[in-house]
């Protein structure tokens, strides 16, 4: 295994000491602006997706609402701080979607096109 970098230990560290005040935070960013998430959800609707995958779902807040809006979406988020992660189930976020634990620059991503 791969050590991280002095960066990414600093970010991650970051990231474990706040995951419990991570959505407040963060608020200001605009990520639950209501005309935003209707126009992604419209645009996935045009698409016919079948999957999103959110890389970077932090506490899955996010990701757990693009299921609730599309409940035949299959999600999945993707969460390199476990502290996160763990948030997401204190927060009830994880219900019915996938999350692993993982760096995106770790996965090995395979997607297959329908005809």
Not at 33 to 55: K, Y
Not at 65 to 91: H, I, Y
Request: proline fraction near 4%; glycine fraction near 6%; charged fraction near 25%.
């Amino acid at each position: 295994m791969v050590k991280p970098s002095r960066a990414v230990e600093i970010q991650r560290k970051y990231y474990t000491d706040s995951a419990d005040r991570y959505d407040c935070m963060h608020e200001h960013e605009g990520a639950n602006d209501p005309s935003i998430t209707r126009f992604v959800h419209a645009f996935l609707r045009m698409l016919q997706a079948r999957s999103a995958l959110d890389v970077g779902a932090a506490t899955g807040r996010g990701t757990s609402d693009l299921k609730r809006a599309l409940p035949d979406l299959f999600v999945c988020g993707v969460e390199p701080v476990a502290a996160l992660v763990e948030q997401s189930v204190k927060d009830g976020n994880w219900q019915r979607i996938m999350f692993v634990i993982a760096g995106c620059l770790k996965l090995d991503l395979f997607i297959a096109m329908s005809p």
